[in-house]
């Protein structure tokens, strides 16, 4: 027998005969191991723990604990579930059931219109199902016999997705659990026993292929997990997100809305979220101008030569809103700011002493997204984006990146964001622009992440086809990764509209471009910064910094008079001079997390001084008001606000 060269993660390697699966090496290790294990990694590659490896490797077994473990046994389920559906609705038909970043989903075109109790009767069969411990079997075809295969299940949805497979290049594979048999790439886990606690989630409605002219099918989210205090943990988890819902907050708030009879994801901003996105404004602009940058204002649409020439209309035409005409020509609204802020640049010729120049806008755009995909502020069809470029020689790249990160961690810091993870995205196979830029480019970014002492995680490929880039996640008050700056190379634009400047050797040379966002659009901003701090916002940021309080029509005048003070000052102040109990007035304010609760009695009156209240923290006590904005004014100066 032949015998093969098995290489663990910690560098240590040893013999097995050829034809040895991955479950029968990790129980050579540890019974444990192979009880834990749900795939494993060889050679980069995920497969089926009971998958046969034939040839030496590098092999890494993945557990619950491993994200790309997780994946496995979040897709399995999916499976699980579709066959639970088959057993109680023998009519159904399938479209897609992959797993996502938090469990898993499957399309399903059925008769009937499911409801809550029918969820409940869908996990109930997946335990069963799961107790009967069924292995899953991974079985290869041609694409004829596939074909055939789903032709006698009826299932048009996976022949139409077989006609877009080109077996030349992809190996077509089904999968068998059970009775239940399902066109899929895998891998799965060994067996459906494996998956323990299951919860489905809700039911959405999904149009197959995201084509809203298509049927709309229904969708099943769910998660899992194989221990029942994890699957309490998450939905004790999933309830203060429904709290932090930056809908429900933003009506509650009174801070914004959306209406689909006006324009579907285009966002109504009302004076309260106004006055915070004022103070983002401000604060964006006057970090903006001290770290060395100009401000640009450029146009809402431009002639279609201009899209042609960015690349826009043959990359990314299915995004942007369709053409308008104008004098008999062709124009666009934008989808993005950069072609713009080109124009401006090629208003001179350039020398290398001009240079850096570091151009922010916050500019609005348009682009078209699908209804389907729209979600509140998180995902919308017009924002303003916290855009910036910068055109610098090849030799300044390496600082500018630097300063970048170091500008994006103070933002962040200052909005109560402390926690950043980095991601260095490197070369696809579809790219353009010389290799030698290419690797200058991704030196100088992960030149910049060494400096700066970062953690990073690489993804090999995951640049775009124009540049390699740094993407930042930042981690919210419930552990929630969100994507948000961006700091992108682009090797496309200098090239497609001429870009030049002067060196010092009196030569043309390309500018190296480099987009940049550090808060992403102020719209999908405003939506996670209302979710990390629930509404409670810090008292630079909210709305309505004091409420000012009489405890009864007695003390009105006082009240305005402390109330004028607080607005001289620069504070956000409100009277509340309603003829209700003191009581009332108090509950409604915490409802409304305004921060300080500015309460007005005969004490008050007789001493010239002010009763407190802290919103979550109740009563502070009685001080002169000249202490209280000494207070405001230092808290509003540091910024910093640790979330609830």
Not at 24 to 47: C, F, H, T, W, Y
Not at 170 to 180: P, Q, V, W
Not at 320 to 344: G, L, T
Not at 376 to 384: E, Q
Request: charged content about 30%.
């Amino acid at each position: 027998m032949e015998k093969i060269k098995i290489t663990f993660p910690d560098g240590n390697f040893k013999e097995y005969d050829s034809g040895i699966s991955g479950y029968q090496i990790a129980d050579s290790i540890s019974p444990r191991l192979a009880q834990n294990a749900l795939a494993m990694e060889v050679n980069g590659i995920v497969k089926d723990l009971n998958a046969q490896i034939n040839s030496n490797a590098v092999i890494k077994f993945l557990t619950f604990d491993d994200p790309k473990g997780r994946e496995v046994y979040w897709h399995s389920t999916s499976h699980l579930m579709a066959h639970a559906i088959q057993e109680i609705y023998p009519e159904a038909k399938f479209g897609v059931g992959p797993a996502i970043e938090s469990g898993f989903y499957y399309d399903i075109d059925i008769n009937s219109h499911l409801t809550e109790e029918d969820l409940v009767k869908i996990e109930k069969k997946m335990i069963e199902l799961s107790e009967q411990n069924s292995s899953f079997i991974r079985e290869e075809l041609s694409k004829i016999e596939a074909i055939e295969f789903f032709k006698k299940k009826g299932d048009n949805y996976k022949l139409e997705i077989l006609s877009g497979i080109d077996e030349n290049s992809e190996t077509i594979s089904i999968y068998k659990e059970g009775s239940f048999t399902d066109l899929c790439t895998g891998p799965h886990l060994p067996s459906a026993g494996k998956i323990k606690y299951v919860k489905l989630l809700n039911i959405s409605g999904s149009y197959w292929r995201g084509d809203e002219k298509r049927k709309q099918l229904q969708r099943i989210y769910g998660i899992s997990f194989p221990k029942k205090q994890m699957l309490e943990d998450y939905l004790r988890f999933l309830e203060e997100a429904k709290k932090r819902d930056h809908r429900k907050l933003g009506k509650q708030l009174d801070l914004f809305s959306l209406h689909e009879e006006a324009g579907a994801g285009l966002v109504y901003w009302h004076p309260k979220g106004a006055r915070i996105r004022i103070e983002i404004e401000n604060f964006w602009r006057e970090t903006h101008l001290a770290n060395g940058y100009e401000l640009l204002f450029s146009p809402h649409m431009g002639k279609s030569w201009l899209w042609e020439t960015s690349g826009h209309l043959d990359f990314y035409h299915e995004s942007m809103y369709s053409e308008m005409k104008v004098d008999e020509q062709d124009y666009y609204i934008k989808p993005m700011n950069c072609p713009f802020h080109i124009m401006i640049y090629k208003t001179h010729l350039r020398s290398y002493r001009d240079l850096p120049l570091r151009w922010a806008e916050l500019g609005t755009v348009y682009r078209y997204e699908k209804s389907g995909v729209l979600h509140g502020l998180l995902r919308v069809r017009g924002f303003t984006q916290d855009d910036a470029h910068i055109f610098c020689t090849h030799e300044q790249i390496e600082a500018e990146i630097i300063e970048v990160i170091r500008f994006a961690k103070m933002m962040w810091h200052a909005f109560g964001f402390d926690q950043l993870k980095f991601y260095l995205s490197t070369k696809p196979e579809k790219a353009v622009g010389e290799d030698a830029l290419w690797e200058k480019a991704i030196h100088s970014l992960r030149t910049a992440l060494e400096k700066e002492n970062l953690q990073f995680e690489l993804d090999e490929g995951g640049g775009a086809f124009y540049g390699p880039k740094i993407d930042i996640k930042v981690k919210d008050a419930l552990g929630r990764e969100w994507q948000m700056s961006t700091i992108q190379f682009d090797f496309n634009l200098p090239e497609r509209f001429d870009m030049k400047y002067i060196g010092e050797d009196g030569k043309e040379h390309r500018p190296f471009m480099v987009h940049r966002a550090l808060l992403g659009s102020l719209e999908r901003f405003f939506g996670v910064l209302i979710e990390h701090y629930g509404g409670d916002f810090p008292l630079w940021l909210s709305p309505v910094q004091t409420a000012v309080i009489p405890i009864s029509q007695n003390f009105i005048e006082y009240s305005k008079t402390i109330d004028e003070k607080l607005r001289t000052h620069g504070i956000r102040s409100e009277l509340d001079n309603r003829n209700e109990k003191i009581g009332y007035k108090i509950r409604d304010w915490e409802m409304k997390k305004v921060p300080y609760m500015v309460i007005i009695g005969e004490k008050e009156l007789k001493n010239g001084s002010i009763s407190l209240r802290q919103h979550k923290k109740g009563d502070i006590g009685s001080l002169p008001l000249s202490e209280f904005l000494s207070k405001l004014e230092e808290e509003i100066k540091n910024k910093y606000y640790t979330t609830n």
